[in-house]
């Protein structure tokens, strides 16, 4: 074979480390690009913070409200000095000295019980002279939280027991779970226990009755009908409507006999059985929906998550417009003292090497600027076509898919999907990921379409209005839809009312 040298000319795509690094920082967080800027400081010393934005990021008020102090940055193109602003803030008059309130909303759909206090360190409550609550940190306050194995022993040490009784007691609150519930059998309890012990299964029982005297009531119970009874049996006070004898006796008997009747709310087989009136079973189940089905829970380490807003929503002049969070912006800048010593030796072996270390500075600081300008003009284009949903709410949600804000900004749509994924938006109605603002669409009678979540929120809202002792079914609620022009199946209104997490129509009946 004869050799030939030929000349081509082709192209190929290579990702440069400054490309890497941007495709890297776009995907972050704000908690995690910290946490890489904190990682490129400790490496590189031409490499400095001005200060630390997330120290005063989130600041919560004694009223529950968030308050962000802005300030006004610049961005020092001759320096490298990158403040987190840019020029197109500047032209909006979004008035930056001002320090700005924005309610939180709370979406946690779990709900405090008034047993979380009993877990808590009675100080973290007290109030101050002039009658303000005392502002803590709630960090605090989780420290200061006992768990229910401590709570339960505290009291052990109050009674007055021989060492026997207080170790079985002992014994079987270490074999509690987190709900508060025995889940070994006595039997399987006195196996474990040394058989030089002579323990008989008597004295386990009565350990078991002792320790169901205990506070939180219910606690010890092997089941949910016995952690039920359990406290309905211990309910003490004036006989009130619902805690008269009747509607006790009639509770404790639904809880022991059929409970599970009970939950699936089949009222007609249980008047039948019990032979009431409905007036007496309505109030015994009012009174049992009033009891703790998991004891154990208000003692339970809850990990507060906070979420830290990338963007800001508000009306400026009758129109909707996007802001950066300045505060959680890193204002990155070049060590001059370095780069004056990297200027005099200019040219020795030592230079070569902090010339690198400068060029990989000033690739993060781009690269840092150029995330938070892709964030601010992607969270421009979701407001401008989501102005219905700040005005109106969720109902006025339109469908809107990742494509169409790529080809709008000229972007790629795995690069739209990176900036909407972990970055949060604090709006009038509350804070929300950006992937929030995307959904997939329903056609209607007229040719057009309607949101996902525009629909959950009408399911929501006809659920919330419908007659307790009539609730809608699903087919109602797709015929109700079909009748605002919104084409919905049976099974699509199913998967969005348990995405909603609104229980089956045979579940939301009551009396």
Known sequence: MKQVLQLRVSQHLALTPQL???????????????????????????????????????????????????????FDASSSNYTGDNSSDASRDHGSAETETATVTDFDSGERRADDLAATDWNASERRSDGEEDDRDLAHVNMATVTLREHLLGQLALKKLNERDRGLVAVLIEALDEEGYL???????????????????????????????????????????????????????????DSAPAVRELALRLVTGNLALLAARDFTRLRRIYQCSDDLLRDA????????????????????????????????????????????????????????????????????????????????????????????????????????????????????????IADTLGLHESTVSRVTTQKFMLTPLGVFELKYFFGSHVATDAGGAASSTAIRALIKQLVGAENAKKPLSDSKIAQMLGEQGIVVARRTIAKYRESLRIPPVSLRKTL
């Open 285 to 404: 189940h009012a009174l049992i929906k009033k009891l703790a089905p998991h004891p154990g829970r208000a003692f339970a380490k809850h990990e507060s998550n906070y979420v830290v807003p990338d963007v800001i929503v508000r009306k400026v002049r009758n129109a909707w417009q996007a802001f950066l969070n300045p505060e959680v912006m890193p204002k990155l800048s070049i060590n001059q003292a370095y780069a004056r010593v990297l200027r005099e030796q200019r040219g020795t072996d030592g230079a070569a090497n902090m010339g690198s270390r400068l060029q990989e500075a000033r690739w993060l600081i781009k690269n840092v600027q150029q995330r938070f300008d892709t964030i601010l003009r992607v969270a421009e284009a979701i407001v401008e076509r989501q102005r219905s949903f700040f005005t109106h709410g969720e109902v006025a949600m339109r469908p809107l898919v990742l494509r169409e």
């Open 20 to 74: 890497q690094q941007s495709i890297r920082l776009l995907q972050l967080s704000t908690l995690e690009l910290n946490q890489e800027i904190e990682i490129a400081l400790a490496d590189n010393p031409l490499l400095e913070r001005v200060d630390d934005p997330m120290h005063s990021a989130v600041q919560l008020s004694g009223d529950g409200t968030l308050q962000r102090n802005s300030a006004d940055e610049n």
């Open 183 to 241: 889940g070994d059998e006595l039997e399987d309890i006195l196996a474990m226990l040394p058989a030089e012990l002579e323990i008989e299964e008597q004295e386990l029982s009565t350990a078991l009755t002792l320790l169901q005297s205990f506070d939180p009531p219910g606690i010890g119970a092997r089941s949910a009908s016995e952690c039920l009874a359990l406290q309905l049996r211990r309910q003490e006070g004036p006989p009130a409507r």
